[in-house]
Nanobody
Framework: QVQLVESGGGLVQAGGSLRLSCAASGQTFSSYTMGWFRQAPGKEREFVAAIKWSDSRMDYADSVKGRFTIARDNAKNTVYLQMNSLKPEATAVYYC????????????????????WGQGTQVTVSS
């Protein structure tokens, strides 16, 4: 069982930046593909970014490309989401997610590919 704990959310003005962190339990963090998703009120959970376990390949939603960066530190069992040039439409609860170890990197944008989820952290961007 993997436990994920997000932190770093908060209130920021449009154009500002935030860095989210997700700390994972367990000793095999380097074997997990990690993802970030978000869910705004009344909307479905949507993919934001993913980082592959084996070669740290990164994928992003079109809406965040060039502004958000996902990164991982395997020594610290932590994945990060650096969010720059934030827009009000980024307001949502952000969730960290992990796949089971050594999974093939297939369709990382689908929430159904992930087996473990954090409790979420609120990000609010004011206009």
């Amino acid at each position: 069982q993997v436990q994920l704990v997000e932190s770093g959310g908060g209130l920021v003005q449009a154009g500002g930046s935030l860095r989210l962190s997700c700390a994972a339990s367990g000793q095999t963090f380097s074997s997990y593909t990690m993802g970030w998703f978000r869910q705004a009120p009344g909307k479905e959970r949507e993919f934001v970014a993913a980082i592959k376990w084996s070669d740290s390949r990164m994928d992003y939603a079109d809406s965040v490309k060039g502004r958000f960066t996902i990164a991982r530190d395997n020594a610290k069992n932590t994945v990060y989401l650096q969010m720059n040039s934030l827009k009000p439409e980024a307001t949502a609860v952000y969730y960290c997610a992990a796949q089971k170890p050594f999974q093939y990197y297939i369709d990382p944008v689908s929430p159904r590919r992930y087996d473990y989820w954090g409790q979420g952290t609120q990000v609010t961007v004011s206009s």
